[in-house]
């Protein structure tokens, strides 16, 4: 497939402006066709920023929405959030979706974009910027940017944006030549329209799960696939009113696995619905995983384990008939510490049917469908194991979690528990397992959270097979029967650097147990004896960092600080959701 090279504007836009999609749609797959719609058709601006932002809007108040003029849903849950980020972005999730498009729009561009209300209302006329966030509570700013948070920023590439955008261009150049010859013919009284006309685009095929035909190895089983259809219950998503039953899409023992994949369609959306366990297995005992998604699938993707507790290490494709599919096993560090994804052709049966290998946690994998050099669709993986995280407290008392390794700065011991959540990004993201990676802690101590609760915290460095290194920072505070955790953003480093060398900011978030109080801090783990400050972006005093055998916090100003410096060596705070596991 030959893929054109990016355009300039949208490589530099699409990262940052998807959050804000996100923010004004409500679900990752209608972010990323509002964001393809916005960059392709600018709007009026002083720079590049504004004119995307303008186009952003322009696309989403033009876009036909159902119900009452209100915009809803929301993604599945994302690996990546902690429990108090899930309860802080539903709440908000439901907020903004009592607003019109118009008043939703307003307020994201005034409290997440940090518009003046002028440049809001000249985006929105007629809404009150100030009267639209009437009633959705204090501290707005930072819960969008929690909600923001949850957006999938990794189902896209600079590659697979500039595609998406150039496929909307050109599909509204030919709607434009279209109307053109329409005009023409009937300015010189032409009656005969077809032979004006140019020939219209051939009709895409069906996506796939459109049909009733069932692929796979037990397509010919009626009574496994009667069973299938059997007790499925109400949907478990929301897919509007009055949604079809059911279909099975495929049925098939692979690899030692056997797979029911589901296809259900509504008004508002579509739910794959995927059964696994190991192969042989009747269907009631098998594993059940739900996917919501915002229409119908162009590609469904299943990660295949025989245990539905443990990892996936291979990737089911159904897609039409005829299309190109691409998978990338997970995100690569580059020499230069940052990532990217490479993807590479898959071989399909007659069917549209494909079983990939990919790397030992197929969550990072990312499966894109390919139609007349088009990517219309980039996914991950359904029902593909579930992360190598115990965070369930045994009988409801409270237990002390096991011990890990020992850690380089700041509290010697460190819950294994704790450095597991650390390393999950690494390798829901990277594909790779704990016990493929060299771990170091380096740096680990308690700090006090918003509310008046203390949480503990582990830094780790984990080495990947290629050599590179990833720096993660994650949180945990155990209480009675529960357990509450975060994340802190993520750095990667070129192959060769000694992790013990490293130092790490991170920038922690949470609220507190009843939502009232939202606060930051900024973690550092440096090597005993370095001097660290931090440094806000915009400039100004730098913050000395009070470090205890090399481990220490800020909470003052610290949603401020953004970069910092170890014994004059540079560096950036990690933030997740912004960071390099994220992109």
Known sequence: MRVPSPDRFVVEQWRALLPTAYLLTGSDGAARELLARGLARPGPGEDDRSRAVAGLVRAHLRRRVRGEGTVTGTSATPWWSSPADVESARATAAALDRLTPAERTAVVLRRHEGLPADRVTALVPGVDPDAAEAGLGGDLPARLDVLAGQCDTSVLTDGTAALEVAGVRSRRW?????????AAALAVGTVVLPDVLPDPAPAPEPAAGLTTTVRGSLAGDADLLAAA????????V??????APPEVVYA?????????????????????IVRTGPAGTPVQQLATTTSADSGVPAVIAVGLTADPTGPADTVLVLTTPGDEIEVSPGLDVLPDGTAARTFTPVELDEEGVGVVPVRSDARAARVRVVRDNEVLRTAPPVANGGPLVELNAV?????????????????????????????????????????ELAVTVLGAGTYPQAGGTTADAVTLAAVLPGGAVVTTTAWATFGAGSISTGRCGSTGHPPGTDPATLTVAARCSAYAGDGSTFGVTVLVAAPPGVAVQLSPAAGGATVDVGLTRGWGYVIADAEALTGFAADGALGAVSREGADLLSS
């Open 174 to 182: 030919r709607r434009a030549g279209l109307a053109v010859a329409v």
């Open 229 to 236: 259809l059997e007790d499925t219950g109400p949907p478990s």
């Open 238 to 243: 929301d897919l509007g009113r009055d949604p």
């Open 252 to 272: 098939g023992d692979v690899d030692g696995v056997r797979a029911v994949v589901l296809l259900q369609q509504g008004d508002g959306g579509a739910a794959v």
């Open 395 to 435: 009988d409801g008392a409270e237990t002390a979690p096991p011990d890990g390794p020992d850690s380089r700065s700041g509290d010697p011991a460190v819950s294994a528990v704790e450095v597991d959540l650390a390393l999950d990004p690494v390798t829901a993201a990277t594909g790779w397992l704990p016990t």
